[in-house]
């Protein structure tokens, strides 16, 4: 049976909704991002970053990158990014998603709201991955915009 979660992290990023964005939609800028660690790898095979488009990525560490997504981007905006995925290894489906990014400005940056509304078919233990994993690539994020800004 399949195990149900959602997960909200916020960040408070250092750069302007707009910068934001475009390192969020920025195909090359987002395999380097969404690598939780640097132990990790993020390789994006297809991107089509509009509502409609698909991104199928390869990742995991980086001497094997054995986990495959699939996503299909829903709304594609400066305030609100939507995709679904399905991660799979091995050809087995592992989880679905529902990945919603809500961008705001704050003070002298903006902040960001991620929510991952999850269906897992690999038990509950594959919510504290996502969490740990989703929450290492914010950080990369928030810093990589910063940088970004201020470059």
Known sequence: MPDFKTLTLDRSIACTPERLFQVMTDRDLRAVWSAPDDDSVVIIDEFDCRPGGREVTRCGPKEAPEFGTIGQFHVVSPEFLCFSETLI??????????????????????????????????????????????????????????????A
Do not use: N, V
């Open 89 to 150: 290894i091995g050809g087995e489906t592992l989880s679905i998603s529902l990945c919603s990014h809500e961008i705001a400005a704050s003070g002298t940056g903006c902040t960001l709201r991620a929510t991952l509304q999850i269906t897992s078919l690999a038990g509950p233990e594959m919510f504290d991955d996502y969490g740990a994993g989703w929450g290492a690539a914010l950080d990369k994020l928030a810093t990589l915009a910063g940088e970004a800004a201020t």
